[in-house]
């Protein structure tokens, strides 16, 4: 299985600040991968996929990018609404295989 | 706008099956792939299989013994079943869809937590 590595696991930050989030896999995966945006009791929702391609609806601040092994999703001013945990998913080999999470907490 | 929702038991015996049901909402299982997913607590998302619109199935190897998804189209639902359960199995269980074999997961259902007790 494609290992995939996120980082950090999780983040303190404040209001308006940047903030990236880092997902390493363990072998080429082209451009794709996904990020989702995760909630206390509630579902992922997508926010990135084909690495840099906004879904819609997402509000612009997020973005992504990367290929090949190393991904990045960016907030470009966090906002109150932005605390949550961020997964990576890789679905270019089977199975479909998650990063581990990132936790952003309010400082 | 797809809506998926998960239903079933919220706790399962060791050594029992779970079924899970997923019924879908604004559009139609004849079309696009439909995934299991779950997330044990604390730990990472894991794949658990698709079914496809044309019925075919493809499993995560690490739960392919004991995994058949299947669809029911008269009803637009498909379905898990998931064997000889354990402890480890505690999860929040997801359906998905994915719009092709090699796409991401883009709308979900909420989520349905399963526990494995006696």
């Known amino acids: 299985d494609i290992q995939m590595t996120q980082s950090p696991s999780s983040l303190s930050a404040s209001v308006g600040d940047r903030v990236t989030i880092t997902c390493r896999a363990s072998?080429?995966?082209?451009?794709?991968l996904g990020w989702y945006q995760q909630k206390p009791g509630k579902a992922p929702k997508r926010l990135i996929y084909?690495?840099?391609s906004l879904q819609s609806g997402v509000p612009s601040r997020f973005s992504g990018s990367g290929s090949g092994t190393e991904f990045t999703l960016t907030i470009s001013s966090l906002q109150p609404e932005d605390f949550a945990t961020y997964h990576c998913l890789q679905h270019n080999t089977y199975p479909p295989t998650f990063g581990g999470g990132t936790k952003v907490e309010i400082k | 706008q797809v809506q998926l929702q998960e239903s079933g038991p919220g706790l399962v015996k060791p050594s029992e099956t779970l079924s899970l049901t997923c019924t879908v909402s604004?559009?139609?299982?004849?079309?696009?792939?439909w995934s299991w997913i779950r997330q044990p607590p604390g730990k990472r998302l894991e794949w658990i299989g698709y079914?496809?619109?044309?019925?075919?199935?493809n499993y995560n190897p690490s739960l392919q013994s004991r995994v058949t998804i299947s669809a029911d189209t008269s009803q637009n639902l498909f379905s898990l079943k998931l064997t000889s359960m354990t402890a480890a199995d505690t999860a929040v269980y997801y359906c998905a869809r994915v719009v092709g074999p090699y796409s991401s997961f883009d709308f979900w259902g909420q989520g349905t937590l399963v526990t494995v007790s006696s």
């Open positions: 084909a690495a840099s």
């Open positions: 604004g559009g139609f299982i004849i079309s696009n792939f």
């Open positions: 072998q080429d995966i082209r451009n794709d």
């Open positions: 079914i496809s619109y044309s019925g075919s199935t």
